[in-house]
């Protein structure tokens, strides 16, 4: 039995949906916080921030993201308006890290793309950094970065977008975040890009209860499993696994530092 590793950082969890798929997150905590985890939570509803820093409770390593994915664009314009009025609420009373995740996603096509795009541009300006959710939204991505300048940058999570979309959000300061799924067969493309990058970019996150990596996948993921990420990353990029840790602590506290936000 692997000994486990001790200061990882998984830059992306949802601990209100790990509780909904029937995993108690206290103790999850504490063990996460024995081995000197770090992350973001990262809030779905736009209007669960309260409740998440309860949960959380004083576990210092834990930062908070908020905001209204693309799913909202399914939603009636009053609940629309009042989410994001909480939002706005929430930001100007709590240290949050980021706004998100926030973005577009033409897979499950919610309400239209305009309706998304406006959505997501309508929290992409609050003065923080944005963690972006893109499925199979490439092109509008790489036209709203051509655009809009986005100068607190950000994070792109579970990243699976196209070479010249990475390029581009890479040359806009934004960080890239790869999940479970990169270790999924067909992920060689993503692999090889990854490999490319500029390491001084490279997160990594779990994304749970979401995209369990192997050798979990198809069980509900939670964030002591991104050991098994960490693991795989270092074997492709031929690194000491030491070494991984340390770069990608690094990158994420040049992220925090970026976005100066003092955990409360």
Request: proline letters at 5%.
């Amino acid at each position: 039995m692997e000994t486990p590793l001790y200061g990882l950082v998984d830059s992306h969890f949802h601990l209100l949906a790990i509780r909904e798929k029937g995993i108690e997150p206290s103790p999850l905590l504490a063990t996460m916080n024995e081995l000197g985890y770090r992350g973001i939570d990262i809030g779905l509803g736009g209007n669960d921030l309260k409740e998440r820093i309860e949960l959380v409770g004083t576990y210092s390593d834990i930062y908070f993201a908020a905001g209204l994915g693309p799913w909202a664009a399914a939603w009636e314009d009053w609940k629309i308006k009042e989410a994001l009025h909480l939002l706005y609420s929430d930001l100007s009373r709590h240290p949050v890290l980021a706004v998100g995740e926030i973005g577009l996603d033409n897979y499950w096509k919610y309400g239209t793309r305009e309706r998304q795009e406006a959505i997501f541009l309508a929290q992409a300006d609050l003065g923080k950094p944005i963690i972006i959710h893109n499925r199979e939204a490439d092109e509008q991505f790489i036209g709203l970065l051509s655009q809009h300048s986005f100068p607190r940058g950000g994070i792109f999570h579970c990243f699976s977008g196209s070479e010249e979309l990475a390029l581009l959000a890479l040359e806009k300061g934004f960080y890239l975040s790869f999940a479970g799924s990169l270790t999924y067969k067909g992920s060689q493309p993503l692999i090889a890009l990854m490999k490319r990058m500029p390491k001084e970019r490279l997160l990594l996150e779990t994304d749970s209860p979401y995209l369990a990596p192997i050798p979990k996948r198809g069980k509900k993921n939670i964030p002591l499993y991104i050991e098994h990420l960490y693991r795989f990353v270092a074997n492709k990029l031929e690194l000491p696994i030491e070494t991984l840790i340390r770069l990608v602590s690094s990158n994420f506290q040049r992220f925090v530092d970026e976005a100066k936000v003092d955990r409360f």
